[in-house]
């Protein structure tokens, strides 16, 4: 706020007088400095105590319904308080304590802003994530993304590695601990009750938040943070672009970037992730990784690690079994969903991209089968393999995310991914045709239905699985194979095959994805290890390798790529021939038009006659498509996502055209 570097001044006795005669008293007006622009005009019915540093008030602030109110101080009780220029301080019913005020804040109507003693401002707090009774806890602080948050809740295999990590946060703690808060500059703080502890940065809002404590809003201007009505919060961090809204209650916290919690929604011992989005419901010791979204009453949230996943209403989970307490967690890997009333019996994992529906108390791991469905069927749970790659569903979520990217900071703390379809997700695939295969061999090709992690896979299940993941493992092959020939520049297959040889280091071997971020486990062990033996000191550094990490994403999917296609297709590409590579992109047209086709005719679906049940009333069945196509905009062929479903089919086929040209001319 750079009040520090402004030069102050005693008051001279004419304004002592005349703060005297407008209601003012101090303890000691020797200890009141103000900047040579002061006027003590607009200071009234004020108390002054401890050492107070006032600017200029020359500002006058144009209110809702047009009302304008000049800056100033008017009935309130300063105790060791800076204020900037430009500030508005008014009926604060106790008193502001230990705090540096920044020019041009508004404060109206609050009950009492205080620092008490030396303060970390919710830094430092430990969040027992994922495992209620301990052992995962995770130190919040101002810079902390998805990918550190993992590193500490899911490495503790590592144990040197977390304490470097801890310790590392626990400087940046001593370092921001202070015995005087801040309160940024453009501020709003109105109709509030009871602030403690806590930092606010600038241009946030505060307007009827009932209790805040021991925590940081990290709000600016690119990004400003909003508290509301009746919110109530307890050692948290706030980043910046969120917004905590209508009775939200939350304790160990921590909030990350352009989050929205509102309508009642109850959290704590949790971590949300950029952009999640919490509504009436609960969380209880959650790791929301990025676009974590749950948005009705009955859903509970408990132990669980989640990202890019929609909680339909109803979802619930269990850690506790009423033996040895609430210890159980699970993993419901990213793009995962649950349905209405769906429950799942912890400790379990669920594959990426998998829906849930029913009831499920087996403890399975379908991990290695992603885009399945698990559905209960008279307490039996079923799995179809590979069945949510031909949904429009996914497809409409993984165009929606990068468009719902509200994060304006422009410093983005967490590293995200939002591909579908990656080294991360194709690897399951792979290793889910060997499942499959494996079932149909031991069992027999012709069985009704297969056993697999206390489930059952129907013969037809287990058949479209095996085409499914076949598909999606061609197009994804092909897109890198594709782009690698498309950024080639190479007029002759001698300069193509010298073109596909890997520069990157890491790429090859299995990945992780460390809550938004995929990486292969290579790289992500070689920055875990510089942490473990100090190459890595400081936390900023830590943050800025997962950084590079990331934006080296499509050198190693490459990396990993070329060794796939030797092993998947037995095609060397640094020797590779024109009919070779000329059958590959064949292969790749025909799975990306294949599964287009399949997305398009479960788009059909929401078409259909039954689809326009309950569509106009008191009609009869023209009428019923009628008003089918006045609230829905359009029919089927018009439809927004199915044209554009259409469009894809014509633009990669247009370029799988060229690329076919593009090689038969070598």
């Known amino acids: ?25 101090a303890s000691d007006w020797n200890e009141i400095e103000v900047t040579d622009a002061f006027s003590p005009e607009y200071v009234h019915y004020v108390r002054f105590s401890g050492s107070i540093r006032m600017g200029a008030f020359g500002k006058e602030f144009c209110l809702a319904g047009g ?80 990918q550190t948050a993992y590193a500490m809740a899911l ?15 626990s400087e940046y703690v001593d370092k921001v601990s202070s015995s005087t808060g801040t309160i940024g500059r453009n501020v709003v703080i109105v109709d509030s009750g009871y602030i403690k502890n806590v930092r606010i940065g600038d241009c946030c809002k505060i307007e009827g938040a009932s209790r805040l404590k021991n925590g940081s809003i990290n709000s600016n201007a690119s990004a400003p943070v909003h508290v509301g009505v009746g919110v109530i919060g307890d050692d948290f961090i706030i980043s910046s672009g969120s917004s905590v809204e209508d009775g939200v209650t939350f304790s160990r916290c921590f909030i990350g970037q352009a989050c929205r919690l509102g309508h009642n929604y109850s959290a704590s011992d949790s971590l949300f992730f950029g952009n999640c989005q919490g509504e009436n419901g609960e969380a209880c010791a959650i790791f929301a990784g990025p676009f974590t979204v749950t948005h009705h009453k009955s859903t509970l949230l408990i132990a669980g690690m989640f990202s890019f996943m929609n909680a339909g209403s109803g979802s619930n989970q269990s850690n506790h079994m009423y033996k040895l307490g609430p210890i159980h967690q699970g993993i419901m890997e990213r793009g995962a969903k649950t349905a209405s009333d769906s429950y799942i019996l912890w400790p379990a994992k669920v594959g990426a991209f998998s829906l849930v529906m029913g009831r499920h108390v087996s403890h399975q791991d379908t991990s290695d089968l992603p885009f399945s469905y698990l559905i209960e069927q008279q307490n039996t749970s079923f799995i179809m393999p590979g069945a949510n790659l031909k949904s429009v569903g996914t497809i409409r979520d993984a165009r929606k995310w990068p468009v719902r990217d509200k994060r304006t900071d422009p410093e983005r703390l967490d590293q995200i991914n939002f591909n579908l379809l990656s080294p991360y997700t194709i690897q399951k695939m792979l290793n889910g045709v060997e499942i499959l295969k494996n079932l149909q061999q031991v069992s027999g090709v012709n069985s009704d239905a297969y056993t697999y992690q206390s489930g059952k896979i129907k013969n037809s299940s287990l058949k479209n699985g095996l085409k499914y993941y076949g598909m999606a493992i061609d ?38 994805d460390l809550s938004g971020m995929i990486a292969p486990k290579k790289a ?58 000329i059958a590959l992109v064949e292969r790749w047209k025909k799975s990306v038009v294949g599964l287009d086709n399949l997305i398009y005719e479960d788009a059909r679906k929401e078409f259909s006659l039954s689809a326009m049940t309950s569509f106009g009333a008191d009609g009869d069945e023209n009428v019923r498509k009628e008003d089918f196509m006045q609230v829905r905009g359009s029919f089927f062929e018009a439809d927004p996502f199915v044209t554009s479903v259409k469009d894809h089919i014509r633009i990669k086929t247009e370029l799988g055209d060229n690329i076919l040209s593009l090689l038969k001319s070598f």
């Not at 750079?2 to 304004?15: D, P, S």
């Not at 802003?113 to 052992?135: A, C, K, Q, R, Y």
């Not at 490495?155 to 946060?169: D, F, K, Q, S």
């Open 1 to 25: 706020m750079n009040n520090t570097m402004m030069n102050y001044r005693k008051l001279t006795a004419v304004e002592i007088e005349t703060l005297k005669a407008q209601r003012c008293d």
């Open 67 to 146: 009302i304008r109110k000049h800056s100033g101080i008017r009935y309130a009780t300063l105790h060791n308080v800076t204020v900037g220029d430009d500030c508005c301080i008014e009926n604060v019913k106790n008193y502001i304590a230990n705090y540096a005020i920044g020019s041009g804040t508004f404060i109206e109507n609050v009950d009492i802003i205080l620092t008490d003693g030396v303060s970390s401002f919710g830094n430092g707090v430990e969040v027992s994530v994922l495992s209620e009774t301990g052992g995962r806890e995770v130190m919040i602080f101002d810079r902390l993304t998805a």
């Open 155 to 169: 490495y503790r295999h590592r144990p040197e590695m977390v304490a470097r990590l801890r310790g590392m946060i």
């Open 475 to 512: 197009k994804f092959l092909g897109n890198s194979l594709i782009t690698r020939i498309q950024n080639s520049g190479a007029s002759s297959i001698e300069e193509l095959r010298a073109a596909f040889i890997p520069k990157s280091e890491y790429g090859e071997g299995n990945w992780v």
């Open 524 to 581: 992500v062990s070689a920055l875990l290890n510089d942490i473990q033996t100090g190459v890595l000191d400081d936390i900023n550094k830590v943050n800025d390798r997962f950084a590079s990490i990331h934006a080296s994403y499509y050198d190693y999917e490459w990396k990993w790529a070329y060794r796939v296609i030797k092993e998947y297709y037995g095609t060397d590409l640094s020797s590779v021939g024109k009919d070779t590579l």
